[in-house]
């Protein structure tokens, strides 16, 4: 157990719709990053926050969004959604941003399926 | 991004070492160099990262070249558990204090019974 907590673990759901993906972070870290995980992609780096800050963003879609707020918690939300959004989305959390040296730990995943 | 090099899949018998190279080139001094692993579609796990010196933990163990251009991990009694895709993990760029980690496509170990 990596002590970062997802959920849903999964979630189906139709084009157009919208959906919120929550994560929380191992106490005592203050980043969460987001990464998404299709099969023809692999890994990508979506966003990262730092103790309630936007620290970085990668591939991440206009479509979607993400927040942590107060108690270090982050939602990533998921709007005007497309059949190429089907994927696994990861949330990682590290006790530290900026330093060279950083173990990220990672959720068990959402899995999203949009029909 | 720093790229790194792996096999794309490699065997290994169950009870024996598995040993999976990886090229990171492009390493400067001060960047640390990480491995994960992903067991089908579960969340990537760690397992070690070093510097320069060889590093050992209850996971694994990790050599790293002297000139810091390759590195080697090694599971030393791979067991059907460890079937896995292995990510060899180039420095974190901290390019505007993000610490991303960028994946590639990894070794997929197989071990065998």
């Known amino acids: 157990d990596s002590g970062v907590t997802q959920t849903p673990k999964h979630l189906i759901t139709a084009t157009g719709q919208r959906v919120t993906l929550r994560c929380s972070p191992r106490?005592?870290?203050?980043?969460v990053y987001w990464y998404q995980q299709s099969l023809d992609q692999g890994l990508q780096f979506l966003i990262q926050?730092?103790?309630?800050?936007?620290?970085a963003k990668g591939n991440i879609l206009e479509r979607f969004s993400a927040q942590q707020f107060p108690d270090l918690h982050s939602e990533l939300n998921l709007s005007s959604l497309e059949l190429g959004d089907s994927a696994l989305y990861f949330c990682a959390s590290s006790v530290s941003g900026g330093l060279a040296k950083n173990i990220q730990y990672f959720g068990a995943g959402t899995r999203l399926s949009v029909l | 991004d720093a790229k790194t090099t792996q096999p794309t899949s490699m065997d290994c018998a169950e009870g024996r070492a598995a040993n999976l190279p990886c090229n990171h080139s492009t390493i400067s001094g001060n960047e640390y160099v990480y491995w994960y692993r992903q067991i089908h579609s579960q969340g990537p796990q760690y397992i070690i990262h070093?510097?320069?010196n060889n590093e050992t933990n209850e996971m694994a163990s990790l050599i790293i070249t002297e000139d810091r251009k390759s590195s080697t991990l090694i599971l030393p009694h791979a067991t059907l558990r460890d079937t896995a895709v292995y990510y060899c993990i180039g420095p974190l760029l901290p390019q505007g204090g993000s610490e991303k980690l960028v994946f590639g496509k990894g070794t997929k170990l197989t071990v065998n019974p």
């Open positions: 070093g510097l320069k």
């Open positions: 106490s005592g870290d203050l980043s």
């Open positions: 926050y730092y103790n309630g800050e936007e620290r």
